[in-house]
């Protein structure tokens, strides 16, 4: 039995106005259904909650103040899981919404908590759908992207991988949105000797862009939990990632390797 924790981006689940990319999210649930009946255990951390509450609200940017925010976290939160909960229901899959916050999570107490009850959805053969808890976190309690929230809910886990799918096939030696000739680095052996150019994300509804996936990476390696990363457009990647041949980046955990 394996246990996987697979975070999807806000670019994975929504479309670019933020609406629900309903095709992709139900390819996703069929794949992960799927892997459930190969007995995988899966975990699944999304993100989009702002971006399809903004577009149910009926806006077309974000809303400015923190409260427009979070109460259009609140919305999008409800509609992403109900869509989760309705497809993975017609391919045979209970889910169950966890949200977190850092105050929580930090919290001895409240880690054991949040723990336990991982593990007992998992025992009942259910998929834990994580978020930050957007629509009350204030500024201090906030992870504030779900990369970190994701390599944190795979320490508490225990996964023997966290996947993240992106809008982009891997980490590259350069951005490649700026340059055209950056290359795929498909192994990281030690993610401290890593010599590359990362930015934060640019798009209107994501929020981590590769500095947050890189440190997503880290905490997950440096608790011996590898990492992969690629791209989310085709769900179906997931078989392939499970078979080791996915185009996307592999980070060691361990950091004792020399990189290539
Ligand atoms: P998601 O919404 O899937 O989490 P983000 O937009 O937050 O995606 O982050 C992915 C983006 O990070 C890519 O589309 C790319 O433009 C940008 N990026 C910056 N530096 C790199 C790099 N070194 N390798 C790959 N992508 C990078």
Known sequence: MERIVIKVGTSTVCHK??????????ALCRVIADLK?????IVLVTSGAIG??????GL???PKSMAGRQAAAAIGQCELMSIYDRFLLSYGCLSGQILLTKDITEDAKGRKNVIATFEALLKRHAIPIVNENDSVATEEIVYGDNDTLSAVVACFVKADLLIILSDI???YDKDPSADPNAQLISLVKDISKLNI?????????GTGGMITKLHAAEIAGANGINTFLASGKNPAILYSIMDNSAKGTLFLAGGNHEND
Request: proline letters at 3%.
């Open 37 to 41: 009946n190969e007995n995988y255990e």
């Open 169 to 171: 096939d891997g980490l």
């Open 60 to 62: 077309r940017k974000r």
């Open 17 to 26: 106005n933020g609406a629900p990319d309903l095709r992709r999210i139900d």
């Open 197 to 205: 150019t990362a930015t934060e994300s640019k798009s209107e509804h």
């Open 52 to 57: 399809v509450g903004t577009n149910k609200m």
